[in-house]
């Protein structure tokens, strides 16, 4: 005689299909995210660029000259530097750097290098500087451009 009960439990197939399911979800979702967090990143550093670009622009209204660090505190010279405690980004993804040029007149670039090994690494180099020029370096698959 027959049982009528149902039978309990998901059969091989439907675990297999859900699986499947969820591998091609997972195959969908993972690069958008890091594409994602790599945006974010970006815009983050592009942000402190700004911050550090302010913070030039008074040094140099108190001292008739940019700053030549990012680490160091700022002295009331133009060789102080911009008060960050460490040379990179708040969140450790790209490393920072000042380049003075004092000739023919006082001028800086600040850039932003994307640290070996991080999400950013492809993403190339973005500097700003003391004439507002903004720049995203060249990365694999994109040109440089402005920001």
Known sequence: MRSTRPGKGFTLIELMMTLAIIGILTAIA???YLNYITRSS???AQSELL???NLQEKVYLNANGYAV???GAYNGRDDGGLGKTAGTTDDGKYTLSITPNA???QA???TATPVV???QEKDGDITISSDGTRILGAAPGRPAQPW
């Open 69 to 71: 660090s990012i680490t």
């Open 30 to 32: 993972f690069p958008s």
């Open 103 to 105: 000739t023919p007149t």
């Open 117 to 119: 090994g991080s999400t």
């Open 108 to 110: 800086y670039v600040i």
């Open 42 to 44: 970006r815009s983050a």
């Open 51 to 53: 911050q550090l670009a």
